[in-house]
């Protein structure tokens, strides 16, 4: 119900060198955090339903977003990220890339489907 995914990005050297602990659930993170960072979310989860026993596991996908100062950095960070889904099997996507009108931080949103056994 809860994927592991603040321990599988963290799992790449890349972005653990990158943003170091600034990897947020639910979307936020501290307000003063220095950037670059990512956020994470849920945006639905499942369970493998059978009609012999409870679900023996969870499909929940998430989407994580990755902001830079630079396009460059934003790029080479996603990247990362992607390589990090990527090694723990997890299937992903872009969904997103854009710079956002307030913050003025680049922006690239991934979507990624955890598989989790109960």
Do not use: C, K
Not at 16 to 36: F, K, L, N, Y
Not at 41 to 68: A, K, M
Not at 89 to 98: A, D, S, T
């Amino acid at each position: 119900m809860f994927p592991a995914v603040y321990r599988t990005l963290r799992a790449n050297s890349t972005v653990a060198t990158t943003v170091g602990e600034r990897i947020g659930r639910h979307g936020e993170i501290e307000q003063d955090a220095s950037r670059p960072y990512i956020t994470w979310q849920i945006v639905s989860g499942n369970p493998y339903t059978t009609l012999s026993e409870t679900p023996r596991g969870d499909f929940t996908s998430v989407q994580i977003d990755i902001y830079h100062p630079t396009d460059e950095g934003v790029a080479a960070l996603a990247v990362a990220v992607r390589a990090a889904l990527d090694a723990a099997g997890v299937v992903n996507r872009v969904v997103l890339n854009l710079r956002e009108r307030d913050t003025r931080l680049y922006r690239v949103g991934m979507e990624a489907d955890f598989i989790n056994q109960r």
